[in-house]
C-alpha cells in the first residue's frame, strides 16, 4: 500500500515569504506527527496530532509556524515570513495508534527539503 | 526522560556481523526500546522495538540486558544498504519518539 507521501519534494523560497508544505498519511492512521532536521542533525520534534484531540504544538520553534490537519487525513504545516535559519527537511511521520501506545510504530515521508535563500 | 547513549560512528565490513550498542542506564520498567535507522536522503524509518526479551524481525535483532540498561542491535550480514544513522530511542505511552544522534553505520565493500 502506499507509504506517508509529502510535497513539495525541494522548496526554494526568498527570505520573507510564506511556505506551505503538505503531507499525506496512510489511511487509517490515527497520528501525524511533523519534525525537523537540520543539515546534519538529528530531529526535532515540532507538533503533533492524534486523531479529534488538539494538536500537541510544544515543539513549534515560533509564531510562524503553524500547522492543520482535517480529521484523519492531509495535513499542511506553514511557516510565514521565512527566515534562513528555517533552512532544513521538514520530515511528516504517521502511525496507527499514537503516542499513547507504547509499541507503535512511526512511518516517515521523504521529506521537503526547504532552502530559504 | 529516560536518555540513550550511542556511538557516533561505527565501521563494518560488507557481509560481516555488526553489533550497534545503546546505553540506557535510567530505564525504566515501562519502557520500551525501539530502534530506528535514516538511509542518505530518506526519512527515518522502523527497525525493531522490545521490552525485555531478545527479539528479532526480517531486518534485525534486538539483544537487551538482563537489566535493561543497555541493548545491541545486530545486523547479521552487513550490506552496502545497511548504511545509515542508527537511532535508540526509549520510548513509553506518552513520550515522543525522541531522536538523539545517533550511531552513523559505515559500511566497507
Same mark, same amino acid.
Given at each position: ?7 513539495? $519534494?525541494? !522548496?526554494? +523560497?526568498? !527570505?520573507? !515569504? ?38 500537541? !504544538?510544544?515543539?513549534?520553534? $515560533? ?39 507504547? +509499541?507503535? +510504530? ?8 526547504? +532552502?530559504?535563500? | ?30 519502557? &520500551?526500546?525501539?530502534? &530506528? *535507522? ?38 547479521? *550480514? ?7 544513522? &542508527? &537511532?535508540?530511542?526509549? *520510548? ?18
Amino acid at each position: 500500500g502506499a507509504g506517508v507521501s509529502q510535497s513539495p $519534494s525541494n !522548496k526554494v +523560497t526568498e !527570505k520573507g !515569504k510564506d511556505v506551505e508544505l503538505r503531507c499525506d498519511p496512510i489511511s487509517g492512521h490515527t497520528a501525524l506527527y511533523w519534525y525537523r532536521q537540520r543539515l546534519g542533525q538529528g530531529l526535532e520534534f515540532l507538533i503533533y496530532f492524534q486523531g479529534n484531540s488538539a494538536p500537541d !504544538k510544544s515543539g513549534l520553534p $515560533s509564531d510562524r509556524f503553524s500547522a492543520e490537519r482535517t480529521g484523519e487525513s492531509v495535513s499542511t504545516l506553514t511557516i510565514q515570513r521565512t527566515q534562513q535559519e528555517d533552512s532544513a527537511v521538514y520530515l511528516c511521520a504517521s502511525s496507527p495508534r499514537g503516542q499513547l501506545a507504547s +509499541t507503535d +510504530t512511526q512511518y516517515f515521508g521523504p521529506g521537503t527539503r526547504l +532552502t530559504v535563500l | 526522560d529516560a536518555k540513550t547513549t550511542q556511538p557516533n560512528s561505527m565501521e563494518s565490513n560488507e557481509e560481516e556481523p555488526v553489533h550497534l550498542p545503546c546505553n540506557h542506564s535510567t530505564i525504566s520498567g515501562t519502557d &520500551y526500546i525501539h530502534w &530506528y *535507522r535514516q538511509l542518505p536522503s530518506q526519512g527515518p524509518e522502523y527497525v525493531i522495538h522490545g521490552l525485555t526479551s531478545n527479539v528479532n524481525n526480517r531486518m534485525a535483532s534486538l539483544a537487551i540486558a538482563e537489566d535493561r540498561k543497555s541493548s545491541t542491535l545486530i545486523l547479521h *550480514r552487513a550490506t552496502l544498504r545497511d548504511a545509515a544513522v &542508527y &537511532y535508540c530511542i526509549l *520510548r513509553y505511552a506518552g513520550n515522543m519518539l525522541t531522536f538523539g544522534g545517533g550511531t552513523r553505520l559505515m559500511v566497507k565493500p
